[in-house]
């Protein structure tokens, strides 16, 4: 966990994921782990509440999503709205041209462990 101080904010993430329990699993681990979290299953209003809030400190987002937006789209969004954002983006496999997209993002390979996917996030936001 991180050493906040408890009258700190907690810093918010945009948790974007399409599988249920993958997004629940995710929500409680970042939570217990010291962040106020927001979720959504689709890239596309993730894509709206990205544009509609300027609270948002990070996000974590798959690449597969249903509609018209995946998570590298995601990615090159939240970088170009909020250059200060911090965005982890896991899959299976990084296609070519991932940094070119999203350059400050960083790419994690599933399988991922939730403390990785949490060290990295605070690491961004230090």
């Known amino acids: 966990m991180s050493d906040t101080a408890s009258s700190a904010p907690r810093p918010l993430v945009l948790v974007v994921e399409d599988e249920p329990i ?18 959504t299953s689709s890239a596309d209003h993730a894509a ?11 996000v974590f987002t798959d690449v597969d999503l249903p509609g018209e937006l995946n998570g590298f789209d995601l990615a090159h969004l939240a970088q170009t709205l909020h250059p200060h954002i ?24 599933k399988p991922y462990r939730m403390t990785e996917v949490s060290r990295t996030i605070w690491e961004m936001l230090a």
């Open 22 to 39: 993958v997004r629940a699993c995710a929500v409680d681990f970042l939570e217990e782990d010291g962040f106020d979290v927001i979720e």
């Open 48 to 58: 709206t509440l990205l544009r509609t809030r300027d609270d948002i400190d990070a």
């Open 86 to 109: 911090a965005v982890v983006v896991v899959s299976g496999g990084l296609p070519s041209g991932f940094s070119a997209v999203a350059p400050d993002a960083h790419f994690m390979r």
